[in-house]
């Protein structure tokens, strides 16, 4: 713990200092090579939609004695073989059983099949169907609420620091998380289902706070220096995220914790597949949401002002102070 503290104190003094800034050209080649990988990868792994976006028959087996899934499965391969079924097992008693739509008739066969195999009264399988047009009304909210959301972010942040180009520099990173969480999601196999969606713009919003408190430290330092400072406007903005880096892998990994406790053994070990789909796509979302704010947010904004004239200039005048100062050593 000493030596963590210790850690710490050089870091927030600039004694050990990390180039977020210095090596952003790195940085950036890395950020843009996981951005295009993520948005590829729906091109050899077409993205899966639920049922709630593509349309489709839904059956729930209310208390069955088994909630062996295999069951189902069987079930609707005996009806229709060629169907996708995904079966879930619902408040810990009803087995949910998803499948591609199905015409009046096929529906009574597979609720009639499903009642047989798990031994239940043909009243305690009941059946639904799920119209593609809802999932189109979803999509379109969706999107249409995530564009708000970009919208207004932008707008506060630019109230709130003063600068549209920290604004610019935070959505520039919300975009990046969101493009390589939706890409390893895809690449994982998972359906997005309406939990996922809720999942990735939870992310956002944490995404978000991390930026946050990291460009409040940037505009600190930033506005501390005045004229008469001995450090690059970069150097400046470097320091802030070294000062904030400790709370942000805290930070993380607190909220990192009980998201893949979920994952981990609520979903992948004791079954509870309902929880994965938005455990899934938080989970990724923290770390990656962590990695945007210290590798691409901050030296974003860091490029973006020091073309500034009074910055460059000032940058200038610095670094001409410091080479005579090596010449006269």
Not at 230 to 240: I, K, P
């Amino acid at each position: 713990m000493a030596s963590m503290s210790e850690f710490g104190n050089n870091l927030y003094s600039g004694k050990t200092s990390f180039p977020f800034v210095g090596k952003r050209r790195l940085w950036f080649i890395i950020a843009i090579a996981l951005v295009v990988g993520a948005a590829l990868v729906p091109v050899f792994r077409p993205i899966q939609f639920s049922i709630e976006f593509t349309g489709g028959s839904q059956f729930t087996i209310v208390a069955p004695e088994s909630t062996d899934q295999a069951r189902a499965t069987d079930a609707v391969r005996s009806v229709a073989p060629e169907a996708t079924t995904k079966v879930v097992i619902v408040g810990g008693a009803d087995v949910r059983v998803q499948t591609d739509q199905m015409s009046a008739e096929e529906t009574q066969q597979v609720a009639s099949a499903l009642a047989d195999a798990y031994k239940v009264e043909a009243e305690s399988v009941t059946s639904s169907f799920i119209g593609p047009a809802w999932g189109e009304n979803v999509t379109k909210q969706s999107l249409w609420g995530l564009a708000i959301f970009l919208a207004l972010t932008f707008l506060i942040l630019a109230i709130y620091f003063r600068t549209w180009k920290m604004s610019a520099a935070a959505i520039i990173g919300l975009l990046d998380v969101l493009v390589i969480t939706v890409g390893v999601y895809a690449l994982a196999g998972f359906e997005i289902s309406p939990a996922a969606v809720i999942g990735f713009l939870t992310i956002l919003a944490y995404s978000l706070y991390d930026t946050t408190v990291v460009f409040d430290k940037i505009r600190e330092n930033t506005l501390e220096d005045g004229e008469r400072t001995s450090r690059l406007f970069g150097e400046s903005v470097n320091l802030a995220v070294n000062q904030t880096l400790i709370r942000s892998i805290n930070t993380s990994v607190v909220a990192a914790l009980p998201v893949g406790a979920i994952l981990f053994i609520g979903a992948f070990w004791l079954g509870a597949e309902t929880l994965t789909d938005i455990s899934l796509s938080i989970f990724v979302g923290i770390i990656v949401a962590t990695y945007s704010t210290l590798f691409v947010a901050a030296p974003l904004y860091s490029l973006f002002r020091e073309k500034e004239p009074q910055i460059a200039e000032r940058d200038a005048r610095i670094l001409d102070a410091r080479s005579r100062a090596t010449v006269d050593a």
